[in-house]
């Protein structure tokens, strides 16, 4: 097996992280998720544990460069998907049901959905992600249907968590999929009202109460003084004295 002495990285650098995480998908496939030690990891790359361990990482973090392996394998499911639907949200909302149904069922993809905290911050997570939602939501923008306040980058962010929950969550049928994003997603994406900076800071929720039942008063005053003077003039009575 050979070894490696130096801290610095080769020039086929990526080629051996390549080969590393395929022989962990590989040992996965035997071992599970649980069972996996870097030592079988390197031997069956046919290379140091200090170089699986610098190329890879710890456990977790060689299961979500494992997982994203696998998960490439649904990236052209998606983009025909994505392709097939005209509407924007549409196509956000489709790919949404298609990765709760079927990304848990390949159980590394289920372990590093179990990790979201620290996948939803991985580059290469990231980097996956934005490959396929970067260009709808950009087109969405230029299209007036999505917001364009927050950044591209934080709503792909915000679509990744929501996979996740989604996936996670004990009913991952296409209904409650759809339900999700109707309910959740596709309101936090459209554009949203435009804020009055010109009327101030919020106001509490009492002081607005308190305003909205002041201009209901005045506006059943108004009222109540206008029918005062039709009932004025069909009785023919001076609206300076009333009945007097």
């Known amino acids: 097996m050979p070894s490696q002495t130096s801290h610095s990285l080769p020039a086929c650098d990526e080629s051996v992280r390549t080969r590393?995480?395929?022989a962990a998908d590989e040992e996965m496939r035997i071992q599970g998720t649980t069972a996996i030690t870097m030592a079988a990891v390197a031997e069956r790359a046919?290379?140091?544990r200090a170089t699986a361990f610098r190329q890879l990482g710890n456990t977790s973090r060689m299961i979500i460069l494992v997982g994203i392996?696998?998960?490439r394998n649904h990236i052209a499911r998606t983009r025909e998907i994505i392709a097939a639907q005209p509407d924007i949200l549409g196509k956000i909302e489709d790919v949404l049901v298609y990765t709760t149904r079927e990304l848990p069922e390949d159980p590394v993809i289920r372990a590093l959905v179990a990790q979201h905290?620290?996948?939803v911050?991985?580059?290469d997570i990231r980097s996956l992600t934005d490959e396929i939602s970067g260009p709808v939501l950009l087109a969405g923008q230029a299209a007036g249907v999505i917001r364009t306040d927050i950044p591209v980058r934080e709503m792909i962010d915000?679509?990744?968590e929501q996979t996740y929950l989604a996936a996670e969550y004990p009913d991952r049928s296409e209904k409650a999929a759809r339900h999700r994003f109707r309910t959740f997603v596709?309101?936090?994406l459209r554009p949203q009202p435009a804020s009055d900076t010109a009327a101030g800071p919020p106001l509490h929720p009492n002081?607005?109460?308190d305003r909205a039942l002041s201009a209901a008063a005045d506006a059943i005053a108004t009222a109540r003084d206008a029918a005062v003077r039709i009932r004025f003039r069909l009785e023919g009575i001076d609206e300076r004295f009333g009945d007097r």
């Open 121 to 123: 911050l991985d580059e």
């Open 117 to 119: 905290s620290a996948a």
């Open 20 to 22: 590393l995480v395929r």
């Open 46 to 48: 046919g290379v140091s």
């Open 69 to 71: 392996h696998r998960a």
């Open 158 to 160: 915000f679509l990744l």
């Open 186 to 188: 596709a309101p936090a």
């Open 207 to 209: 002081a607005e109460l």
